[in-house]
């Protein structure tokens, strides 16, 4: 089955405290993201990569990180977690520029 | 991008079909146009997309003007699952895969 995979569904954790947050797609996408969703604002784009070894800022990228080293994984990391960034996360993919995003189930992430 | 405009809410009957109306009258000629839906706080989910002409698949239909300013979304036979937030999007292909997701319709669907 098709499908964007990420974990942890669920995360809390503590100022300060470095974690990723994984993402895998199995239907050989070039392209993928990570969005960020919270009350009023919308989904908004974190990070996105082109293909392997190619990633760029979307517009919210400060306190994030990602990485690219396989076609498959787009992992998402805070290397210093505050609690500005308790949201629910999504990471997506997709194919050729104009084909539709595949979405994951999303991440609920509070940080205390 | 073009910017979209739905309403915020919407009610539809169980069984009827449900008419989801997007204005999006500064599109420009090589943008499509998008439709997600989004259950509680699953992922969205993709629903249909086109250029210029009506599409149709299993799950909706996609009607756009002739002039292209304005869209609507056709569930044919709406059931108590369709309740969600639906968004219109339209977007030039490339741009590194960003969609920009506005409020969107809130879609009750009731027995």
């Known amino acids: 089955e098709a499908q964007v995979t990420q974990n942890p569904r669920y995360l809390i954790t503590v100022t300060g405290k470095k974690l990723t947050v994984t993402c895998s797609q199995n239907m050989n996408h070039e392209y993928m993201s990570w969005y960020r969703q919270d009350p009023g604002l919308g989904l908004r784009q974190i990070y996105y990569?082109?293909?392997?070894?190619?990633?760029d800022k979307g517009d919210v990228p400060e306190g994030y990180k990602v990485s690219r080293k396989e076609k498959r994984n787009f992992p998402l990391i805070l290397e210093s977690p505050s609690p500005n960034q308790t949201s629910l996360y999504f990471c997506?993919?997709?194919?050729?520029?104009?084909?539709?995003?595949?979405f994951g189930d999303g991440t609920r992430l509070s940080i205390l | 991008d073009a910017k979209t405009t739905q309403p915020t809410s919407m009610d539809c009957a169980e069984g009827r079909a449900a008419n989801l109306p997007c204005n999006h009258s500064?599109?420009?000629?090589?943008?499509?146009v998008y439709w997600y839906r989004q259950i509680h706080s699953q992922g969205p989910q993709y629903i249909i997309h086109g250029l210029k002409n009506n599409e149709t698949n299993e799950m909706a239909s996609l009607i756009i003007t002739e002039d292209r300013k304005s869209s609507t979304l056709i569930l044919p036979h709406a059931t108590l699952r369709d309740t969600a937030v639906y968004y219109c999007?339209?977007?030039?292909?490339?741009?590194?895969?960003?969609?920009?997701f506005g409020q969107g319709t809130e879609l009750s669907v009731k027995p």
């Open positions: 999007i339209v977007r030039v292909g490339g741009q590194g895969g960003k969609l920009i």
């Open positions: 500064t599109i420009s000629g090589n943008e499509y």
């Open positions: 990569s082109m293909n392997v070894e190619v990633t």
């Open positions: 997506a993919s997709r194919q050729w520029s104009d084909q539709p995003q595949h």
